[in-house]
Nanobody, 123 residues
Framework: QVQLQESGPGLVKPSQTLSLTCTVS??????????WNWIRQPPGKGLEWMGA???????YYSPSLKSRTSISRDTSKNQFTLQLSSVTPEDTAVYYC???????????????WGKGTLVTVSS
């Protein structure tokens, strides 16, 4: 029943900010113990975890992207967003949002993913 859907522009110019929204249905992003993640996959490469926002609003980022990444949420719309600034063509990728569950100190695993959306960085 839980569904995640990414949305946003598919083309971004270099040096600009990439902005994406993940809309969640079937579950509340404020439900205890759930964490809401952004992951990307450049063409021909592996998955890269970018960051997450927790059920209480706390944010967590990959060290390699922290300086350029901001994750926020709108609880009234049950959405969370990704902003990646100063983009270059190397940021071209399929971007996914996904849910994880923390119980104790263990992660359940990202069991719910959006379909992904391709964002191309090009002038």
């Amino acid at each position: 029943q839980v569904q995640l859907q990414e949305s946003g522009p598919g083309l971004v110019k270099p040096s600009q900010t990439l902005s994406l929204t993940c809309t969640v249905s079937g579950a509340s992003i404020t439900t205890n113990s759930y964490y809401w993640n952004w992951i990307r996959q450049p063409p021909g490469k592996g998955l890269e975890w970018m960051g997450a926002i927790g059920y209480g609003g706390g944010t967590y980022y990959s060290p390699s992207l922290k300086s350029r990444t901001s994750i926020s949420r709108d609880t009234s719309k049950n959405q969370f967003t990704l902003q990646l600034s100063s983009v270059t063509p190397e940021d071209t990728a399929v971007y996914y949002c996904a849910r994880d569950l923390l119980y104790g100190s263990s992660w359940y695993g990202m069991d719910n993913w959006g379909k992904g959306t391709l964002v191309t960085v090009s002038s």
